[in-house]
């Protein structure tokens, strides 16, 4: 069974963020000392990264999930929650990033080429950083954000500098045998080659590398055979060869007509690729080898269409892979094409970082009125909004009305206002499951009010006054001459005998 996958969906998901802790520091005489609680830890990165030791996407294929480690809730004493570690996924260079819809993400070339396809989410803040002046003691800490969650699929499209194509049996893996220190499975029935064939050839002080496609058949871009799984291995090669079988025994076939097909099938594939900084499929150098020409009836042929195959403007070379027959003609003659077309290569150029900053007037969030029958509400979208409500522990009056205030300073009431939102009316933060709804009210209470003083405050915290010896002396002499008044007047009453119950009185 072949090892070799270059297609997988890989589902991956960013670490989530640790909660903030709420926390009150205690000392001696002081059992109230401010907020010390610490901030929860950062998720966890998925990341794919460009490993030359890898060669095959088959370890996705058989473990499609990863999730990047979470990170760890916050502690008292200022204490810091630990950040997830990034996980970093190991691909083969020339690995293609996409979305489900087919849209390119990534396209990841050369050793140490990153992407982040998951992202951690970001640790809740604890009541120590949310501490301010007007808020000396928060009673409630942020919730972590969940880490992000995404399928993509990965493509490995080999990076090689010359292609060999044609149909099955051609001698493609016999020529690559040939050629290079490769040894790939040879036998006498079509569709041998189940995998791409890699070899590195050494002619002169020139190196290049070699990939052997699959076998081609008509309709292979559309699916036909092995063709279309493989087509995709051509896209990075710089020079096409065309392995033409002059010793066939099908019928209908010939060089002629097999260079035909096999144009034709790339020229389809070629139509629904997104060629960015690259030459065409159909411009790119090619030459055509006319293969076996060791057996007889196959050199006769050669011979008589090779005019015609110049004509077209093609290099030909007749060979043999299996006597080795003109190989060491057609070695040069595949450097000077790779040398030529290194140099015509566009240099690549560091990536520009583009910064792109928003609009003075742009709020980042949207307030959109929505009807449905009888039903009307309001939808708040923008990351900030739903950000914040993914943060918010509910179940904690404090938290609600922090929320409620951060929306405020944002302008969310403003534009609800605008937006004909009256009391009462149905609001919808979010999209999707996510989303959370309850009924507007402009101005929201925490219960902090109770202690006398605004939300956030607590006025024990506040209470700086201390009595000197002279007024502490002066109320336990108030204290102790109270008692005593109190004791002479139940002894008065008992000696009357006026002892009653409220029973009594009743």
Not at 184 to 191: E, G, L, Q, R, T
Not at 217 to 237: N, T, V, W
Not at 368 to 391: A, H, I
Not at 411 to 428: N, Q, R, S, Y
Request: proline content about 6%; glycine content about 12%; overall charge negative.
């Amino acid at each position: 069974m072949a090892t070799f996958v270059d297609r997988v969906v890989l589902h991956a998901s960013g670490g989530d963020g640790g909660h903030g802790c709420a926390s009150i520091r205690r000392e001696k005489f002081k059992p109230l000392a401010g907020p010390d609680g610490g901030n929860g830890g950062d998720g966890g990165d998925v990341i794919l990264e460009v490993d030359p030791q890898v060669t095959t996407l088959l370890e996705y294929h058989h473990s499609p999930h990863r999730h990047a480690p979470s990170g760890t809730q916050g502690m008292g004493d200022n204490r810091q929650g630990s950040t997830g570690g990034d996980l970093v996924l190991a691909v083969p260079d020339g690995t293609v990033v996409k979305a489900t819809d087919g849209s390119v993400l990534a396209d990841l070339v050369g050793p140490g080429s990153q992407y982040v396809i998951a992202a951690g989410g970001r640790g809740g803040l604890g009541n120590a950083s949310l501490a301010s002046p007007r808020r000396k003691a928060p009673g409630f800490a942020l919730l972590g954000e969940p880490g992000e969650g995404r399928d993509v699929v990965l493509e490995l499209k080999t990076i090689a500098d010359v292609a060999l194509v044609g149909y099955p049996s051609a001698g493609k893996s016999s020529l690559v045998a040939a050629i290079s220190a490769a040894r790939p499975k040879i036998a006498d029935y079509p569709f041998t080659t189940l995998v791409p064939n890699l070899g590195v050839v050494q002619a002169g002080s020139a190196r290049f590398t070699v990939a052997d496609v699959p076998g081609l058949i008509p309709g292979a871009s559309e699916g036909k055979g092995l063709g279309l799984e493989f087509l995709r291995h051509i896209e990075r090669c710089a020079v096409l060869v065309h392995v033409l079988d002059c010793a066939t025994l099908e019928p209908g076939r010939d060089p002629l007509s097999d260079l035909d097909v096999i144009e034709s099938e790339l020229a389809a594939y070629a139509g629904d690729l997104e060629v960015q900084g690259e030459v065409p499929l159909t411009e790119r150098p090619r030459m055509v080898v006319l293969n076996k020409v060791d057996v007889p009836e196959a050199r006769e042929l050669a011979e008589m269409v090779r005019p015609e195959l110049e004509a077209r403007g093609l290099q030909v070379f007749e060979i043999s892979a299996a006597s080795h027959e003109g190989l060491r003609p057609l070695t040069f003659a595949l450097a000077a094409m790779v040398d030529a077309a290194r140099a015509a290569a566009a240099p690549s150029t560091p990536t520009r970082v583009v910064l792109r900053p928003k609009a003075v007037d742009d709020a980042g969030f949207s307030v959109t009125r929505r009807e449905s029958g009888d039903r009307v509400w309001f939808q708040v979208l923008g990351t900030k909004p739903e950000r914040w409500v993914r943060q918010t522990q509910f179940s904690n009056d404090e938290a609600v009305g922090y929320l409620a205030d951060r929306l405020a300073r944002l302008g969310v009431e403003e534009k609800l206002f605008k937006a004909g939102a009256t009391p009462g009316a149905e609001v919808v933060i979010g999209a999707g499951d996510d989303a959370v709804v309850f009924d507007w009210e402009p101005t929201m209470l925490t219960g902090t009010e109770l202690l006398g003083g605004p939300r956030g405050t607590d006025l024990r915290l506040e209470d700086t006054r201390r009595p000197t010896r002279a007024a502490r002396r002066e109320e336990y002499k108030e204290r102790m001459d109270a008692k005593t008044d109190a004791r002479a007047e139940l002894w008065t009453e008992r000696e009357s005998g006026h002892w009653t119950t409220p029973e009594d009185d009743a």
